[in-house]
């Protein structure tokens, strides 16, 4: 099993997370397609719904015998996946994607801070900061161009990543495998669907619609929250938190790789930060690993 103790595990909890960012920033290319055909709410209505939909096939959870305690922690796991969709897409959808990513990227990194409990990560998250900062080029935007509803948008969604990481973990204890996600998807989708509906109309059922929402439904909901899910069970929010700060890292790295994109030296400078950072985390990790497993926060 993936989620066997705190640190153990065939595939490690940091290359779970790794994964989950691979898969995120494929389903995010693909996601930038479907916006003008449904707009957001339709967009995250056929995304979480498709997504649970499959989820849900493969889990078929159990929902009898559940106590109010797990009802409650999947709830609010549910309300911070929704929302936390809805902010980030309609933020994508006024400012450039480097600057709403890294506005974004400051809920995980004040979560980190806060539960910080080594020196060592106060510093990681210094570092994570200015490399995120650095990869996006959201220093190089000119204040004008900024979108002020876009820029609460990005904060909200951090906010709601935040909450995602806390609410994530705790449910992964109260469900096992990841049934709390097909549940937590399910009611997010439910609650979502409608305002998806008056936004795209019958445009929500088209084939193209449809083909692409199931793609970003495996690639960015299904697959990357199952992984997720499951490496949470193994570290704390703090570390997770920073582990996220690859992504920006890696979508730079996709777009040299896959589109030809040539990368300035500063952005190679923040990528450098950013994986400076991570592996400082990981270091501190390794030497806690005869630590008892963290409590529920």
Same mark, same amino acid.
């Given at each position: 099993?993936?989620?066997?103790?705190?640190?153990?595990?065939?595939?490690?909890?940091?290359?779970?997370?790794?994964?989950?960012?691979?898969?995120?920033?494929?389903?995010?290319?693909?996601?930038?397609?479907?916006?003008?055909?449904?707009?957001?709410?339709?967009?995250?209505?056929?995304?979480?719904?498709?997504?649970?939909?499959?989820?849900?096939?493969?889990?078929?959870?159990?929902?009898?015998?559940?106590?109010?305690?797990?009802?409650?922690?999947?709830?609010?796991?549910?309300?911070?996946?929704?929302?936390?969709?809805?902010?980030?897409?309609?933020?994508?959808?006024?400012?450039?994607?480097?600057?709403?990513?890294?506005?974004?990227?400051?809920?995980?990194?004040?979560?980190?801070?806060?539960?910080?409990?080594?020196?060592?990560? %106060?510093?990681?998250? *210094? !570092?994570?900061?200015? &490399?995120? @900062?650095?990869? #996006?080029? +959201? /220093?190089?935007?000119? $204040?004008?161009?900024?979108?002020?509803?876009?820029?609460?948008?990005?904060?909200?969604?951090?906010?709601?990543?935040?909450?995602?990481?806390?609410?994530?973990?705790?449910?992964?204890?109260?469900?096992?495998?990841?049934?709390?996600?097909?549940?937590?998807?399910?009611?997010?989708?439910?609650?979502?669907?409608?305002?998806?509906?008056?936004?795209?109309?019958?445009?929500?059922? %088209?084939?193209?619609? *449809? !083909?692409?929402?199931? &793609?970003? @439904?495996?690639? #960015?909901? +299904? /697959?990357?929250?199952? $992984?997720?899910?499951?490496?949470?069970?193994?570290?704390?929010?703090?570390?997770?938190?920073?582990?996220?700060?690859?992504?920006?890292?890696?979508?730079?790295?996709?777009?040299?790789?896959?589109?030809?994109?040539?990368?300035?030296?500063?952005?190679?400078?923040?990528?450098?930060?950013?994986?400076?950072?991570?592996?400082?985390?990981?270091?501190?990790?390794?030497?806690?690993?005869?630590?008892?497993?963290?409590?529920?926060?």
């Amino acid at each position: 099993m993936l989620e066997s103790r705190y640190g153990a595990g065939p595939v490690p909890a940091p290359f779970l997370v790794l994964g989950a960012i691979l898969s995120v920033q494929v389903g995010g290319a693909l996601a930038a397609t479907l916006l003008p055909m449904v707009g957001v709410p339709g967009s995250v209505a056929l995304r979480l719904l498709i997504a649970a939909i499959i989820v849900l096939a493969w889990t078929r959870p159990s929902l009898r015998g559940r106590s109010r305690a797990d009802w409650t922690a999947v709830a609010s796991y549910a309300m911070a996946l929704g929302a936390m969709n809805l902010c980030f897409y309609g933020s994508l959808q006024r400012l450039p994607i480097g600057v709403a990513v890294t506005i974004e990227f400051i809920g995980p990194l004040i979560l980190s801070a806060a539960l910080s409990r080594h020196a060592r990560d %106060g510093a990681a998250v *210094l !570092l994570a900061a200015a &490399g995120v @900062a650095l990869v #996006s080029g +959201a /220093l190089g935007t000119p $204040l004008h161009e900024l979108d002020g509803i876009g820029i609460l948008l990005a904060l909200a969604a951090g906010a709601c990543w935040a909450a995602y990481i806390i609410t994530s973990r705790r449910t992964g204890q109260h469900f096992a495998g990841v049934d709390g996600l097909a549940i937590a998807m399910a009611l997010a989708a439910v609650v979502v669907l409608p305002f998806g509906v008056l936004e795209a109309g019958r445009d929500l059922i %088209g084939g193209e619609a *449809l !083909l692409k929402g199931l &793609g970003i @439904a495996v690639l #960015s909901s +299904a /697959l990357p929250y199952s $992984l997720e899910m499951v490496a949470l069970r193994r570290l704390p929010p703090n570390i997770f938190g920073i582990l996220l700060s690859l992504e920006p890292a890696v979508a730079a790295l996709a777009g040299l790789v896959v589109l030809g994109q040539q990368l300035p030296p500063v952005k190679l400078l923040g990528m450098v930060l950013v994986v400076s950072a991570s592996a400082l985390i990981l270091g501190a990790r390794r030497d806690d690993t005869a630590e008892p497993p963290p409590q529920d926060l």
